[in-house]
């Protein structure tokens, strides 16, 4: 079989068999087949597209490219939730607590930020000692015990994905239905869980900026995910501003512990809820309503909270630092954006919130870059406030002075006002169950 057969049988939009999809898969990741040539590949997929039956062979073929994780111990008790990217979305800290306080087995890997997304790992590393790396064995042992792990990705973990998603970044293939889900549900699948719940996040900070959008992706990795033998479903959510008030890695790990308090945003703990509880449906064969209500009882009564103390403790975390949040490292500089005008907050593009806070030290520009855990922004005034001049918009925090203006320029430019009253946005658009 030949690779140059391949790319002509695609360029006229003829459906790949299953032997050349394993082919090209196996064969690049060996490094036996070049990069220009699976750029062609990649670009007549793009263009002429995929049907169900190859976008799963293909996210089969990156899930089986290197090791997986054996969670079959746990029966059908495992669920692990995915996002598609925001800005403030510290989701995991609160819901991986909350759904293994329900009742779910949580073996969670996540990634690093780039760019103006935040990752997972390192807000988790706010925490002084917090290991995000354990030897399967250990990952596996506290999952039984306390039922929840959350570690950083492994290096074998679906390594097709790792090697298509550089050549996608470079040669503008990313925005191809087939090949999100395939690189999404390829690494879900490796990692092991049995039910799946997707984050969906559409709007100015998400690479998909309208609901339409979203759906389409939504039902694909659904169906997909599915027919490679998973529960799964999504909730596609809104990114048009960030999620909850702060923007940066120990910030949104204070706003996260507050929401495990019972004292959080709406529109976080909102999509909390709904996220848990849909992990809880799928891994526990219990209905939406008994498990929303559950879920809502567990994180006002302070459980959640209770294991998510115990989770990090396992880590390596001192668990101090959620009773007492001022322990988290400061900034040198914290500085206040007041309003010149009256009015209300009528837009937030949530990207370019990200990027101030990125300049400021909270994110990578590269994946080499280090980043200041306490840098970062703290929204006083959200989409829908009443503002009057010398009101503050935020506060930014750095360490870095000479970052300050630009990310103040910039924030300013992401904050649009109006004379009249705004109505209040929808937090989540739809639920996408492929029932």
Not at 119 to 146: C, M, N, W
Not at 166 to 186: E, H, K, Q
Not at 317 to 342: C, H, I, R, W
Not at 371 to 384: E, N, P, Q
Request: with cysteine; proline share 3%; hydrophobic share 40%.
């Amino acid at each position: 079989m030949r690779i140059y057969d391949v790319i002509t049988k695609k360029k006229h939009g003829e459906a790949l068999t299953e032997q050349e999809i394993r082919f090209f898969v196996s064969e690049y990741t060996a490094g036996n087949i070049p990069d220009y040539q699976v750029s062609s590949l990649l670009m007549a997929i793009c263009l002429k597209g995929m049907n169900d039956e190859e976008t799963y062979i293909l996210t089969d073929a990156i899930a089986r490219s290197g090791d997986s994780v054996d969670l079959s111990r746990f029966g059908a008790l495992t669920a692990d939730k995915h996002s598609t990217g925001g800005v403030g979305d510290k989701t995991t800290l609160i819901v991986a607590p909350l759904a293994a306080a329900l009742g779910c087995k949580v073996a969670k890997m996540s990634g690093r930020g780039l760019g103006h997304t935040g990752g997972t790992v390192d807000k988790l590393e706010s925490f002084p000692g917090y290991r995000v790396a354990l030897s399967p064995e250990e990952f596996i042992s506290q999952v039984e015990k306390i039922g929840i792990a959350v570690i950083g990705q492994s290096g074998n973990l679906a390594p097709a994905d790792k090697k298509l998603y550089a050549l996608r970044d470079v040669t503008a293939t990313v925005d191809s239905i087939p090949l999100i889900t395939s690189s999404i549900m390829g690494k879900k699948l490796a990692a092991g869980s049995h039910s799946i719940v997707l984050d969906v996040k559409c709007g100015s900070g998400a690479f998909l900026k309208t609901p339409e959008d979203a759906e389409i992706l939504a039902k694909n990795m659904v169906r997909i995910g599915r027919m490679c033998g998973r529960n799964t479903m999504a909730l596609i959510t809104n990114m048009d501003v960030p999620l909850g008030y702060a923007v940066g890695n120990s910030l949104e790990v204070k706003e996260a512990i507050a929401t495990l308090k019972g004292e959080g945003p709406k529109d976080l703990t909102e999509i909390c809820l709904a996220l848990a509880s849909s992990m809880a449906h799928l891994a526990l064969g219990i209905s939406f309503d008994e498990a929303e209500k559950r879920a809502r009882e567990l994180l006002y009564s302070g459980a959640a909270l209770r294991k998510f103390k115990e989770w990090i403790c396992a880590q390596g975390a001192d668990p101090d630092y959620v009773d007492n949040t001022q322990m988290f490292k400061g900034s040198l500089y914290e500085v206040p954006v007041y309003a010149t005008e009256q009015g209300y907050v009528a837009g937030m593009d949530a990207e370019a919130i990200g990027v101030a806070a990125m300049v400021l030290g909270a994110g990578r520009r590269t994946k080499d870059d280090v980043i200041d855990h306490a840098a970062g922004i703290v929204l006083k005034k959200r989409h829908g406030d009443a503002v009057k001049p010398n009101d503050v918009l935020a506060i930014l925090y750095t360490d870095k002075k000479d970052s300050i203006a630009d990310a103040e320029k910039i924030f300013r430019g992401a904050i649009r006002f109006s004379l009249d009253a705004v109505a209040e946005e929808k937090i989540i658009y739809a639920k996408v169950t492929g029932a």
